[in-house]
């Protein structure tokens, strides 16, 4: 009996034992709907335009200033974020504007982003992060104020 109680914690417990070393996509897209939202609720409280933009290996927030220039901001949870070894932004639709995307993409290699505004989302958006082959969505949708995580359906 005893055997079998040690057998069923273990159980239980090797799985959690496993991701201990680093994150995972469904990791890192959880935490970015986390900053997502709250991105949101910003925009919204705070009468005041917030975009996502992301790199590769990373993804920050910027909040427009009273000029209406876009700022990165320094604030945690919305300052940047690097990804863990392993885990990367691979897809992000809609892609960048096409004017700021040259100028950009030279710069930090942008491949996507996100805008808020006080009003909320003017179109949907789809953010793929991948490790490996898993690969986990984070949703975007205009109206609706959670950011939805789910495995991507076309992962390779």
Do not use: Q
Request: hydrophobic share 40%.
């Amino acid at each position: 009996m005893v055997l079998l109680i040690m057998a069923v914690a273990a159980a239980m417990v090797a799985p959690s034992l496993l991701r201990l070393g680093g994150s995972d996509a469904k990791d890192e897209a959880d935490r970015l709907a986390r900053a997502l939202g709250l991105a949101m609720d910003e925009a919204a409280l705070g009468g005041r335009g917030v975009r996502w933009r992301a790199t590769r290996r990373a993804w920050w927030f910027e909040t427009r200033d009273e000029d209406g220039r876009w700022r990165k901001t320094g604030e945690p949870p919305l300052a940047r974020h690097a990804l863990p070894e392993g885990v990367e932004v691979r897809r992000v639709r809609p892609a960048p504007p096409a004017r700021e995307r040259g100028r950009a993409e030279r710069e930090a290699r942008l491949i996507g982003e996100a805008r808020f505004t006080p009003a909320g989302l003017d179109e949907p958006v789809r953010i793929d992060l991948a490790s490996g082959r898993d690969c986990a969505r984070v949703r975007l949708l205009p109206g609706d104020p959670v950011p939805e995580v789910a495995p991507c359906e076309d992962a390779r």
